[in-house]
């Protein structure tokens, strides 16, 4: 059964928009809405511009970098956390694979009795 896609009405830096949502993305969309809203409004007072395409693209820029900042940020600790803890990840999938097997081998007997 397909899902019937709703709207919902957003307004960024005051002009309305319509936006196609499913409702358990609702507040998400919201809270999104309210941090887009409020870079848009912020680069508008520190640029003084009024120019509604102009400061959408600056929003989108200053949120992607920020995006990627976080990103490459989770990425650079992620490795140090691997270095630091000398995990062999490799050794650790070659491991959880052989514990499925093993897993397998034992219930295997098991779907015969049902």
Do not use: W
Not at 33 to 54: C, G, L, P, Q
């Amino acid at each position: 059964m397909r899902k019937e896609t709703n709207y919902l009405d957003i307004t960024l830096l005051g002009k309305e928009y319509r936006v196609a949502c499913p409702p358990e993305e609702h507040d998400a969309l919201r809270a999104a809405v309210v941090y887009v809203d409020e870079k848009m409004h912020d680069i508008a007072e520190k640029t003084r511009n009024n120019i509604s395409e102009r400061i959408a693209v600056m929003a989108a820029l200053n949120i992607a970098h920020e995006y990627l900042s976080r990103m490459s940020t989770t990425d650079e600790t992620y490795k140090a956390i691997e270095s630091e803890t000398a995990v062999d990840f490799g050794a650790v999938k070659r491991r959880i694979s052989v514990m499925e097997a093993e897993l397998e081998a034992v219930l295997a007997p098991q779907d015969k009795l049902l």
